[in-house]
């Protein structure tokens, strides 16, 4: 069954899937050398092959979002789009509110050659810990950038409120430590982002990793609800400490089951209610109009299908509903999750093959390279990782007085959640002191706190900023004169045009960010001291702004950057002991 599992590290890119050997259909196995030169997102072995296909391939290659000239619907049928009518649903967020996937790129929290050196840090033990972790890309970055040469003992301290993103973490890692890294690999990549996943992957983790959930949940059964209850499983790669409540460690192993009665068809069903709601066509419109046409095609085929593979590949062997997304009656997401937000774009489409403009096989690739190398890496380190379901503040009391030379907290210290006061007093004794690490850090993400500072401002400095921004982006990108002062011609028409829409969502790329952000800076600043701590005048991890506009750009890179689900305002923040 391994062996079956550890073919998908090498999905057959041919795109003639229905290739027939000895009279039943089964995908080409051939090495691809030629491509579709309409669309660029598809490749073939051989012309034959291509000719077999083309009748299937024109539905996505003659697709109306692939055309320079699509237009969104509401424009098509010439009437009011649903975000502008009172009778339409009142906030563009649709479906569940959990957040399986990173809508941030995965960030390395070492990165060592800009704090302890890689001379130094190869023989020292280092702790870390993810306070509000989300997935495990974080994770999984962080331990591929750590020096080959490293022979320290590493311990990762993961954690996230929500049991649902704790408990796929947890099979995760479970799977990155039990398998060989061509069999993990494969069963990661769509454990955690792929809605169907093959029988065997499945199969694999009943057999080898169910038992042994199960066998703590035996244990477990007449123990108190509310203690937490720790479980070290000595895997072959390494150690993984997981710390669940009883009632959390039957959800565990709920996780490794398909609901009875569940098929592939339900389950892309109840998906499909919630990524292809006809209700939402209009806000779905409005955000292909960030994308390019191939972009558009790529964005639609995946809310259709949920299987993260090269755009030619077969699904024919994604046959199972992905439990772990599946436990519930709905789709656990918001329609609008993206696998792509998680990760580095300039990472990622390094990765293109053949077929140039499959973005989709481009992440495909990366993920495969990069997990593959976590899985090598963590099985080859002196490693622990320990695993919580609890809120972040309570963190200190269960780790056992650990002491960590990186904490990274993501967006907690948002006032929405703990606020900076707060994270700083939980989170601040809990680093390394200056005599262990100078360079122990505490890293906050501030998600929030430049656009809720923008929205208090005053109705004038608004406007001016306002003016601002369009001057700013009008360089960038700038205006079809011509078409819009004929557009203009109509009020009702230009503002409901696919360019003005565009061009109005961009408005805040281009705030004044330092000056906005610097009331949230002085505040932080001001806890940080009084407990020991300071912000870093110059940051070591991660840059400030790493996701800003600049006025450098290329409009291809603005393009790029309006794609990728960030607007900018994303601010890092890192203390340290004084």
């Given at each position: 069954?391994a ?16 290739h ?15 491509i579709?030169?309409?669309c ?28 320079e ?23 563009t ?9 990173g ?19 190869v023989?020292?033990d280092?702790?870390?810990?993810f ?9 999984v ?7 080959d040469?490293y ?44 809605a169907?996943i093959?029988?065997c992957?499945?199969h ?8 042994l ?10 123990k ?5 209850l ?47 709601a ?17 972009q558009?095609?790529?964005?639609m ?19 199972t509903?992905?439990?772990t ?16 937000w ?5 990472d ?9 403009a499959?973005?989709?096989?481009a ?5 495969r390279d990069?997990?593959?190398?976590f ?41 929405g959640?703990m ?41 004038y ?36 045009s ?16 330092d ?7 002085k ?42 689900g960030l ?12």
């Amino acid at each position: 069954m391994a062996s079956e599992v550890a073919a998908f590290f090498h999905p057959a890119l041919c795109a003639n899937t229905r290739h027939e050997v000895d009279g039943k259909a089964s995908p080409c196995q051939n090495a691809p050398a030629l491509i579709c030169k309409n669309c660029k997102l598809v490749q073939y072995c051989s012309a034959d092959c291509q000719s077999a296909h083309r009748v299937h391939h024109n539905v996505n290659c003659k697709s109306p979002f692939m055309k320079e000239t699509w237009s969104p619907s509401w424009i098509r049928n010439n009437r009011t789009p649903a975000f502008y009518v009172h009778s339409g649903p009142p906030v563009t967020m649709f479906g569940a509110r959990k957040y399986l996937w990173g809508n941030i790129p995965a960030l390395g929290i070492l990165n060592v050659v800009k704090n302890e050196g890689v001379t130094d840090v190869v023989h020292r033990d280092l702790n870390v810990l993810f306070a509000a972790s989300g997935d495990i890309r974080n994770l999984v970055k962080t331990v591929t950038t750590i020096p080959d040469a490293y022979d320290g003992t590493w311990k990762a301290v993961i954690n996230d409120r929500d049991f649902d993103v704790v408990g796929r973490n947890i099979i995760l890692l479970m799977t990155a430590l039990s398998y060989t890294a061509e069999v993990a690999t494969p069963i990661m990549i769509h454990l955690w982002y792929s809605a169907l996943i093959p029988s065997c992957m499945l199969h694999c983790l009943q057999v080898d990793i169910l038992p042994l959930i199960e066998d703590v949940c035996g244990k477990v059964k007449d123990k108190s609800p509310d203690n937490i209850l720790a479980k070290t499983f000595k895997l072959t790669g390494g150690d993984l400490r997981v710390a669940l409540r009883k009632a959390e460690w039957s959800r565990l192993a709920d996780l490794f089951n398909v609901r009875g009665g569940l098929t592939s068809e339900k389950a892309t069903a109840i998906r499909q209610r919630n990524t292809m709601a006809p209700e939402r066509e209009d806000y779905v419109d409005r955000a292909l109009l960030d994308f390019s046409p191939v972009q558009r095609e790529l964005v639609m085929h995946f809310r259709r299908t949920g299987v993260l593979i090269p755009f030619g590949s077969s699904q024919d062997k994604f046959d199972t509903p992905n439990p772990t997304f599946f436990q519930g009656s709905e789709w656990p997401m918001k329609d609008d999750a993206n696998p792509f937000w998680g990760w580095e774009r300039s990472d990622w489409i390094k990765n293109v093959q053949t077929a140039e403009a499959d973005e989709l096989g481009a992440l495909f690739f990366y993920l495969r390279d990069t997990l593959h190398e976590f899985c090598l890496r963590i099985q080859k380190m002196k490693s622990t990782v320990w695993a919580f379901n609890e809120d972040a503040s309570h963190l200190p009391k269960h780790v056992d007085g650990s002491k960590f030379d990186r904490i990274e907290i993501s967006n907690i210290c948002d006032r929405g959640y703990m606020g900076p006061e707060s994270c700083v007093r939980t989170f601040g004794p809990m680093l390394k002191d200056k005599g262990e690490n100078s360079k122990a850090s505490l890293l906050m993400l501030f998600m929030n706190a430049t656009p809720e500072e923008n929205h208090v401002q005053p109705s004038y400095l608004k406007q001016q900023a306002f003016g601002s921004s369009m001057i700013r982006l009008n360089r960038l990108w700038p205006v079809d004169k011509t078409s819009m002062k004929r557009q203009m011609m109509n009020e009702n028409a230009f503002m409901q045009s696919a360019d003005f829409i565009s061009r109005i969502s961009c408005h805040d790329m281009f705030l004044d960010f330092d000056k906005l952000f610097q009331p949230m800076l002085k505040e932080t600043n001001r806890y940080a001291i009084a407990n020991g701590m300071r912000v870093k005048n110059k940051p070591t991890i991660i840059d400030k702004w790493p996701y800003r506009v600049s006025d450098t750009m290329t409009k291809k890179e603005f393009d790029d950057r309006r794609a990728s689900g960030l607007m900018g305002y994303e601010r890092y923040v890192e203390l340290e002991r004084v």
